[in-house]
């Protein structure tokens, strides 16, 4: 064989294997873009809004959320807000939310003697009470379980991680097809540039690519950051991280004693605290004469730690029950967390953002930052931008499959001629997989489908 032969050969062999390996990502960005894009319309659509929920709430639901502001006026004492709740809504009171801003309403969350839980909405002016709802049953909460598909039950949790790693296969083979081969300088059609109108298949092409490049790295982030949420991984981790100590980092748990109910128990809480236990406070002895100290005076104390506006204070609901202080504003430095004893308004636990771990610290920072909060306006935008770049991906992907696919069949890209060039990607999707174990399954089985669909196609007619 002359050198120049050899030459050619050794380039025809390169040029296959190029060709092979683009078929084994094309094939698996298509299934990956099969399964997540259905996911990333409905999660893109309902997060976009959510970032803006604390707007959206007063805006759709003024007459509960919104009070007219009284220059100079004290609100009246916490305990005459809950008496005017209970009134309206009979029941046990469990946790009184302090309003965030002088127009904002309290919020009282009251059990009812058949179990239900409400929201109660008082005028902290008057004691006026403006309505109730189901506990979390804002429009905007409802939109909550919508995204995090908790309005289909606790198993449908795991397809949002399902669906995050996949997102984040969807991402690495898209940029890997994405990235500018055999191009001559200068030239940026597909690449940095969306060519042709949008009767053609290659402007659809264009925009998928264009935006998917820009808008990977935001897809990338909201899929890990997400996860946290999630069924099985995210609960999983959780466990592992916070279930050692009652929860709290070292030196913020005080020798007192400790229950078995956990503060994510009394309502909403920060992940990084979901294990995190409640103290118990010391019951008077038999035939002591202690009485709680009551809300307005746990009030007060609460107060004097310096809580941001718009805390919740979780009620005693039993003799040995505390009284549980937290707020979660967008900054969260200010993040804070105390529980008084019921009897001595003594603080046994006090925790800020500043005592949590290293690990725990950078988790809250991608939660709060993946929901618009940690940078203010600046933060809600550039996601919300992201969001709508991530609906106009899926739906150019959906148009330019729908322009390209042979009629009558899925359209599924074509196989490698050497298998082996499938070599790298599943040992990709290998370590993800173990990274991920649902995810890992969820792998197996398209694999395994992947190879059924091959097998059939194979079958004599």
Excluded at 188 to 200: D, F, I, S
Aim: glycine content about 10%; some cysteine; charged content about 15%.
């Amino acid at each position: 064989m002359s050198e120049t032969t050899f030459e050619r050969t050794n380039d025809g062999v390169a040029a296959r294997s190029a060709t092979d390996l683009y078929r084994a990502v094309w094939r698996w960005h298509f299934y990956a873009g099969l399964f997540v894009l259905p996911f990333l319309i409905l999660l893109a659509t309902t997060g976009g809004i959510y970032l803006f929920h604390d707007d959206l709430d007063r805006l759709l639901q003024p007459d509960l959320k919104q009070v007219e502001a009284v220059a100079g006026a004290t609100p009246v004492a916490p305990s005459a807000m809950v008496s005017a709740a209970l009134d309206s809504v009979p029941g046990q009171a469990v946790k009184f939310t302090d309003p965030a801003t002088p127009d904002t309403s309290a919020e009282i969350t009251v059990t009812t003697p058949g179990g239900e839980t409400r929201a109660v909405y008082v005028n902290p002016y008057t004691a006026e009470v403006l309505g109730d709802l189901p506990d979390r049953g804002t429009v905007m909460w409802t939109l909550r379980h919508i995204h995090s598909l908790k309005i289909l039950g606790p198993y449908a949790e795991s397809l949002v991680e399902i669906a995050a790693g996949w997102a984040i296969l969807l991402v690495g083979t898209g940029i890997f097809l994405w990235w500018p081969r055999n191009r001559r300088r200068g030239q940026a059609g597909g690449v940095l540039t969306v060519r042709g109108a949008p009767r053609n298949r290659l402007f659809w092409r264009d925009t998928h690519a264009v935006t998917g490049i820009f808008v990977g790295i935001f897809i990338l982030f909201l899929a890990v950051t997400g996860m946290p949420w999630s069924g099985v991984w995210g609960a999983k981790v959780n466990e592992w991280a916070n279930g050692t100590n009652f929860g709290y980092p070292a030196g913020v748990y005080v020798g007192v004693p400790m229950s078995d109910a956990r503060l994510a128990d009394t309502g909403e809480t920060a992940w990084s605290l979901e294990q995190a236990k409640l103290p118990e406070s010391s019951a008077p002895s038999a035939g002591a004469k202690a009485q709680p100290i009551g809300i307005d005076r746990a009030m007060a104390i609460v107060d004097g730690l310096g809580l941001a506006r718009g805390f919740a204070l979780a009620l005693p609901t039993t003799p040995t029950g505390v009284y549980s202080a937290s707020v979660y504003p967008d900054d969260l430095s200010r993040q804070r967390i105390a529980h008084l004893d019921q009897y001595s308004g003594k603080v046994l636990v006090d925790m800020s953002f500043a005592d949590y771990g290293p690990a725990a610290k950078a988790m809250e920072w991608g939660i709060n930052t993946h929901m618009g909060q940690e940078y203010g306006l600046m933060n809600k935008l550039v996601l919300a931008a992201a969001c709508v770049a991530m609906v106009l991906l899926a739906v150019s992907a959906a148009v330019m499959w729908w322009k390209r696919r042979p009629k009558g069949s899925l359209g599924v890209p074509p196989l490698p001629e050497d298998r082996r060039a499938f070599r790298g990607l599943i040992a990709i999707l290998i370590v993800g997989g173990i990274v991920y174990p649902l995810v890992g399954l969820s792998l197996i089985v398209m694999l395994a489908l992947d190879f059924a669909v091959v097998r059939l196609g194979r079958q004599p007619v």
